[in-house]
Nanobody, 122 residues
């Protein structure tokens, strides 16, 4: 069974920093894209950033220059460094792996983590 486990959320002040981690566990051969999404109260879930196994990264405009996504392919782990946090970054952050190729050759279209809450407040 493949699972994603996030960690690193919490409370930060405006201008502060946090670092999120998301580790995929299970019988995994490859994860093509690892991404971070967030859902603020009363809003729809939105993509924040993603990183491909080939090294391509993408950020939404509102986090460019403030957030940095990185991944360790050997550990099937993705990180999100959040700097210069703003109140509007408050949300539950989810990681997603899509697709996951298992060691027995199956393809899992997407797997989500359980979410980790970030609150930015003074």
């Amino acid at each position: 069974q493949v699972q994603l486990v996030e960690s690193g959320g919490g409370l930060a002040q405006p201008g502060g920093s946090l670092r999120l981690s998301c580790a995929a566990s299970g019988s995994i051969s490859r994860v093509d894209v690892l991404g971070w999404y967030r859902q603020a109260p009363g809003k729809e879930r939105e993509l924040v950033a993603f990183a491909t196994d080939g090294g391509v990264t993408y950020y939404i405009d509102s986090v460019k220059g403030r957030f940095t996504i990185s991944r360790d392919n050997d550990k099937n782990t993705v990180y999100l460094q959040l700097d210069s946090l703003k109140v509007e970054d408050t949300a539950v952050y989810y990681c997603k792996a899509a697709p996951i190729i298992t060691k027995d050759g199956h393809e899992l279209r997407e797997v989500w983590g359980q979410g980790t809450r970030i609150t930015v407040s003074s």
